[in-house]
């Protein structure tokens, strides 16, 4: 029975080392709730009040939402959104996220 726990937290810790391993990694992270910006990280300082407007402006979240990109090295600008948004929002943040980056 001890034998089988140990492999099995083995292969959990195994299964956590691969995931953190092969999740996308993202430059900018975004969390925005009701009242605003939570947190931010990644942008550079020269578009921080330009962000801060922006987000202040469209404050139609229904709850917390967080916003993750990064640039390709393609140019494609890849975004991770979690949270209740909807896609016209989305394509606003797209929009936006593509000026600043």
Not at 18 to 31: D, K, L, N, S, T
Not at 32 to 50: D, R, V
Not at 68 to 94: H, I, N, S, W
Request: hydrophobic share 45%; proline share 3%; aromatic share 12%.
């Amino acid at each position: 029975m001890f034998g089988f726990l140990i492999r099995l937290l083995a292969i959990a810790l195994v299964g956590f080392v691969v995931w953190q391993v092969m999740r996308p990694r993202y430059a900018v992270r975004i969390v925005i709730g009701k009242q605003g910006i939570k947190h931010h990280k990644g942008l550079p300082a020269a578009y921080e009040t330009t962000m801060l407007e922006f987000f202040e402006k469209h404050r139609s979240f229904d709850g917390d939402v967080t916003i993750c990109a990064t640039r390709q090295t393609d140019g494609y600008l890849r975004l991770a959104f979690k949270g209740p948004v909807d896609e016209g929002m989305r394509q606003q943040v797209r929009n936006f996220l593509m000026t600043v980056m």
